[in-house]
Nanobody, 116 residues
């Protein structure tokens, strides 16, 4: 089973940018559908962005045009580029790897806090 580790979270001002990384071990990110989820306090975990093995990208409506998911197979890492962040983007961000019916492996999460 692939292991995932997120990094890059932190405190950022509204309107700023942040890049999250998800590095895999024990498997290749190019073999899986890779997802970024987030969970805000008191809310359910929600899908933010997904990148299929074939390279198709999908985004949740609240982040379309602001977030970009990408993959570097050589570094075995998936990224989430977050631009024009808003306070409502504050959450713990998780990456997941799966085969098409949702993740089978999860990272531990990284906290993103956007100040207004």
């Amino acid at each position: 089973q692939v292991q995932l580790a997120e990094s890059g979270g932190g405190l950022v001002q509204a309107g700023g940018s942040l890049r999250l990384s998800c590095t895999a071990s024990g498997g290749s990110v190019g073999y899986y559908n890779m997802d970024w989820y987030r969970q805000a306090p008191g809310k359910q975990r929600e899908l933010v962005a997904s990148l299929t093995r074939g390279g198709n990208r999908n985004y949740a409506d609240p982040v379309k045009g602001r977030f970009t998911i990408s993959r570097d197979n050589a570094k075995n890492t998936v990224y989430l580029e977050m631009n024009s962040v808003k306070p409502e983007d504050t959450a713990v961000y998780y990456c997941g790897a799966g085969y098409g019916s949702g993740p089978v492996s999860w990272g531990q999460g990284t906290q993103v806090t956007v100040s207004s």
